[in-house]
């Protein structure tokens, strides 16, 4: 009685294993596409990304340090080489100069956090199939080596070459879903980061000019 149910357990698991095999194809054909246009996307990024260079970046807190009014500071920002979203983030700020210096820290604090918040959506995707895509990639071996090792025992041999092509094709575009995915994720963050380290360093420097006035 107990062999009977056992059996009719591991017949339900095979079959429902057998049946996941289709999914698990889709997955990583979906994946797949996605991680490509990321690359691209993150390739046409870096060409046309023109991140501000140090002596740049340096010259411009002296600028904006030694300025002498809110106008001529936002002039200085605009003829920066600043990207577009960092001048918008300076240029808030300094429009709301009337304000108490703790509110507008505060106010400097949430911009910033809201573009880090963004740019956490922006590699969403990607870190989460840099584990998603080696494990679909192991399923879609699994999976087939099942009735693969059944059709040896039979001496099926064409059976078993097919299940074992899939089994081989999934593993590789798995592992590169993941490999792809860590390397646009991993460079995309670096940019991210320093980017965001300029932004704060200079919203610091103009906090301090405006608490001047």
Known sequence: MILGGTETL???????????????????????????LA???????????????????????RKISFSKNVDQMKEEINHSDLLDYQKEILIRIADNYDIGPKARKALASELISAHETMFIKKTNKTDILIRVGPILGLLGTLIPLGPGLA???????????????????????????????????????????????????????????????
Not at 10 to 36: F, G, K, M, R
């Open 10 to 36: 591991t017949s339900l698991i095979h079959i429902l294993s057998e049946c996941l095999l289709t999914p698990v194809v889709i997955l990583l054909v979906i994946s797949i596409i996605i991680v490509i």
């Open 39 to 61: 690359f691209g996307g993150m390739i046409n990024e870096y060409i046309s990304r023109k991140p501000i260079k140090s002596k740049d970046l340096e010259d411009l807190i």
């Open 151 to 213: 059709a040896l025992g039979t001496g099926d041999i064409a059976t078993l070459a097919e299940s074992l092509t899939i089994a081989f094709d999934t593993t590789v575009t798995g592992l590169t879903i993941g490999a792809l995915s860590f390397l646009i994720s991993k460079y995309k963050k670096q940019w991210y980061e320093t980017e965001l380290i300029d932004i704060e360093t200079l919203a610091e420097a103009e906090l301090e000019t405006i608490n001047k006035w």
